[in-house]
C-alpha cells in the first residue's frame, strides 16, 4: 500500500533551525529598533470576524480573504434553493463569519474602537505577526507571511511620516540592504481624480495604476477602459503616470497641474514638509516622488510610503501611509493614524540572495559532551548544567553510541567543541577538550575549566 508523501499548501513554507535563526536576526533587529523609537508592542487574533474585514481592503483584497468555515453543520442555514443558485457572494456570508487576517492594519483599528478607554493618545504600537492572502504563489509572493507593523494613531502631525523614513533608515541599514525610498500622496491622486473628471472613480484608478511596474503603462490603460474610465480622462491621466525629474521639479510641475485643485495642492503641501524634514534628518537616504505609487488599499487617505531594495527585484520590501479615519468604520471617528509594514519573508528572501547573514548564525549547541557510558553521564550532566547557568548552550548526547557516531553528530550540527569525559579523565579531575574546526585537543583540570568559563575567558569557548 503506497502512503502519499505529505505536503504543505501552495505559498507557505516550512523553515530549518539554520534557516529560523536568520529570520529571527530580522525579527530581533526590527524589534530593536521599533522599542528605540517608543512603540509598543499588541497581538491580535489570527482570525477576526469577516464584518471586521470586509470592505476595508478594497474589492480585489476582499476576493483575497481566507474565510474560515462555521464549525459543526456549516450549511444548517442554508436552503436547497440557495445551494442550487450557486450565488458563490450569498452563500459565503451564511457559510463563514470569521476569516483570517489580511494585514495588520485593520484588526489594529479595531483593536483601538474596542480598547479606546484605556489607550494613552497618541498610541504607538508595533505587532509582529503572520497575515494570510489566497494571492497567487509566486518569487516573494506568499499566502502566509509574516508582517512587522508599527503604527502611530491619534496624531495629524507630518513629523510622524518622517520618524517612520528614519525607522526604514535605521532598520534596513542594520541589515545592510540599500534601498530606494518612494513616497506619494494620495491626495495629491485625489486632485488629478477630479481635474479629469472622474473624481468618484478614485479607487479604481489607484487600483490601476498601482500595477504599472508589474503590467506596463499601455496594460494600465487597458484596465482603466475597461472599468469604464473615459478615453479622455485617460489621456488627461498619461502626463502625470509619465512625470520625471527631481523631486523639485515634479513638485514644480504639479503644482501647475493642480493649481485650481484644493485636495491636490493641500498633498502638494504635505509632501514638500515631508521632504524638508527629511532633508534635513537623512541628508543621504534616496528618496523619491513617485506619482504610480498608489497602494491600492481603499483606507490611505495621506502619504504613501515603499521601500524597494536596489541590489533585488522583489517587489516592496516595506510600505504603508496615512490613514485619517481607518477607526471611523468602527464608530471611532476623526482619529488619523499612520503606518509602514516591514516584509519579513521579502527581507529574508534579499538577505538570502545577497549572501548577508553572518555565516556563524546557526542554530546549535556550544559545546557537546560525549556519552561514554551511564557513570560518565552522571559526570557529564553537572558539568553541562554548569556551562548552561553560566549562558552557553550545552548538550550531552543521550546515549553511548560509538565515538564515530557521536562525532558526526557534532559536525552535521556544527557543533564547535567536544568534550571528552572519559573514566580516566574523571579520576584524574580533567578534560578534554577538542576544537572540532582544527581538531585541536587539549586536556584541562575541571576545576580550572569552570573558573575560565565563569571569567568568560575566551581562550576556552572562543
Known amino acids: ?203 479604481d484608478i489607484t487600483a490601476a495604476i498601482d500595477k504599472i511596474e508589474k503590467i506596463g503603462l499601455q496594460k494600465v490603460n487597458d484596465e482603466l477602459a475597461e472599468k469604464g474610465i473615459s478615453q479622455e480622462a485617460i489621456e488627461k491621466l498619461q502626463p502625470v503616470l509619465t512625470l520625471s525629474g527631481t523631486n523639485s521639479e515634479k513638485m514644480t510641475a504639479l503644482k501647475q497641474l493642480l493649481k485650481h485643485n484644493q485636495i491636490g495642492l493641500l498633498g502638494i503641501h504635505e509632501m514638500e514638509t515631508v521632504f524638508g524634514l527629511a532633508a534635513e534628518l537623512l541628508p543621504e537616504t534616496n528618496i523619491e516622488l513617485d506619482l504610480t505609487l498608489a497602494r491600492g488599499l481603499d483606507y490611505y487617505t495621506g502619504a504613501i510610503i515603499e521601500v524597494k531594495a536596489k541590489e533585488v527585484n522583489i517587489g516592496s520590501i516595506c510600505g504603508g501611509g496615512r490613514y485619517d479615519d481607518l477607526t471611523g468604520i468602527f464608530g471611532m471617528a476623526g482619529i488619523s493614524g499612520v503606518g509602514i509594514s516591514f516584509g519579513a519573508d521579502r527581507i529574508f528572501d534579499v538577505m538570502n540572495e545577497l549572501k548577508l547573514f553572518p555565516e556563524d548564525n546557526i542554530a546549535t549547541s556550544k559545546v557537546l559532551f560525549v556519552n561514554f557510558g551511564e557513570e560518565e553521564q552522571k559526570s557529564g550532566l553537572k558539568l553541562v548544567k554548569t556551562l548552561r547557568k553560566l549562558g552557553y548552550s550545552a548538550e550531552l548526547y543521550p546515549e553511548p553510541a560509538k565515538m564515530k557516531k557521536q562525532m558526526a553528530y557534532a559536525n552535521k550540527k556544527k557543533i564547535p567543541y567536544v568534550i571528552l569525559m572519559g573514566k580516566d579523565e574523571i579520576n584524574n579531575k580533567v578534560l578534554t577538550l577538542k576544537k572540532m574546526k582544527t581538531g585541536e585537543q587539549m586536556q584541562i583540570k575541571i576545576e580550572d575549566f569552570i573558573i575560565k568559563i565563569t571569567n568568560k575567558d575566551n581562550s576556552i569557548l572562543a
Open 1 to 203: 500500500m503506497s502512503t502519499q508523501k505529505p505536503s504543505i499548501p501552495k505559498g507557505t513554507r516550512d523553515f530549518s533551525p539554520s534557516e529560523m535563526m536568520k529570520r529571527n536576526l530580522i525579527f530581533e533587529t526590527i524589534k530593536r529598533v521599533f522599542l528605540l523609537y517608543g512603540y509598543q508592542p499588541i497581538e491580535t487574533p489570527a482570525m477576526e470576524n469577516l464584518s471586521t474585514l470586509l470592505g476595508k481592503y478594497g474589492e480585489e483584497g476582499d476576493k483575497l480573504l481566507f474565510r474560515i468555515l462555521n464549525s459543526g453543520d456549516f450549511l444548517g442555514n442554508v436552503d436547497d434553493e440557495e445551494l442550487k443558485e450557486r450565488n458563490i457572494a450569498k452563500l459565503a456570508t451564511k457559510i463563514s463569519e470569521k476569516g483570517l487576517r489580511y494585514d495588520l492594519t485593520v484588526p489594529f483599528a479595531r483593536y483601538v474602537v474596542q480598547y479606546q478607554n484605556d489607550i494613552t493618545f497618541p498610541f504607538k504600537r508595533y505587532q509582529i505577526q503572520p497575515v494570510w492572502r489566497a494571492d497567487r504563489p509566486q518569487k516573494g509572493r506568499y499566502r502566509e507571511f509574516y508582517q512587522c507593523d508599527i503604527d502611530v494613531i491619534g496624531s495629524d502631525a507630518l513629523f510622524n511620516e518622517v520618524e517612520l523614513l528614519e525607522v526604514i533608515v535605521d532598520i534596513f541599514e542594520r541589515l545592510r540592504i540599500e534601498i530606494v525610498i518612494k513616497l506619494n500622496n494620495r491626495k495629491i491622486l485625489a486632485g488629478v481624480a477630479e481635474i479629469i473628471g472622474e473624481s468618484d472613480r478614485l479607487f
